[in-house]
Antibody, heavy 119, light 111 residues
Framework: QVQLVESGGGLAKPGGSLRLSCVAS????????MSWIRQAPGKGLECVSY????????KYTDSVKGRFTISRDNAKNSLYLQMNSLRAEDTAMYYC????????????WGQGNLVTVSS | QSALTQPASVSGSPGQSITISCTGT?????????VSWYQQNPGKAPKLMIY???NRPSGVSNRFSGSTSGNTASLTISGLQPEDEADYYC???????????FGGGTKLTVL
């Protein structure tokens, strides 16, 4: 069955870095558009980064441009989010999610990975 | 910047029907044909309930239905049940900036 298993979150200091990983099973990651979506404590959902199935279309929300990088390893069927220059406002639960079709219909989500940025 | 606005909360009694609205602002860049709805229970990942305005993924109850009118999308839950109590989010694709935007979420209370 389809599964997305995330890892790599935790505590980082402001200005620090973390790398989130999302391993897919039950489907081929490169056949789908994928996204990293975050949710700050007690807040709503925000699409942080988005990658097309071909990997040629990549988007970031304005607040993370130049600091976060989405990537994919097809051999490992894995999606990544490299997060640099972390800020307190990046503190959130981060989910990887599969897009049912390239329309923002996320039909499968990872379990979530908490990132806390604090000194 | 385009945005989707939802009411902060709605409530209803078991058996009743409720509707949650999702209104686009600065909405020329929002694709209303791509509206999706998610249900989120505390401590859990969101669950897709409706996509492309009216479509239900396999396994989602037909008590959940979606519609649009102009720049407003709506989620209707009929025959309200206690287990429907959750947060609900709408989303839509956009043509400028972040490819997908979410509404602020609506907390549904089943009285």
């Amino acid at each position: 069955q389809v599964q997305l298993v995330e890892s790599g979150g935790g505590l980082a200091k402001p200005g620090g870095s973390l790398r989130l990983s999302c391993v897919a099973s039950g489907f081929t990651l490169s056949d789908y558009y994928m996204s990293w979506i975050r949710q700050a404590p007690g807040k709503g959902l925000e699409c942080v980064s988005y990658m097309s199935s071909s990997g040629t279309y990549i988007k970031y929300t304005d607040s993370v441009k130049g600091r976060f990088t989405i990537s994919r390893d097809n051999a490992k069927n894995s999606l990544y989010l490299q997060m640099n220059s972390l800020r307190a406002e990046d503190t959130a639960m981060y989910y990887c999610a599969r897009d049912l079709a390239p329309i923002g219909a996320f039909d499968f989500w990872g379990q979530g990975n908490l990132v806390t940025v604090s000194s | 910047q385009s945005a989707l606005t939802q009411p902060a909360s709605v409530s209803g009694s078991p058996g009743q029907s409720i509707t949650i609205s999702c209104t686009g602002t600065n909405s020329n860049n929002i694709n209303y044909r791509d509206v999706s709805w998610y249900q989120q229970n505390p401590g859990k990942a969101p669950k897709l309930m409706i996509y492309e305005v009216t479509n239900r993924p396999s396994g989602v109850s037909n008590r959940f239905s979606g519609s649009t009118s102009g720049n407003t999308a709506s989620l209707t839950i009929s025959g309200l049940q206690p287990e429907d109590e959750a947060d609900y989010y709408c989303s839509a694709s956009t043509t400028i900036g972040t490819p997908v935007i979410f509404g602020g979420g609506t907390k549904l209370t089943v009285l």
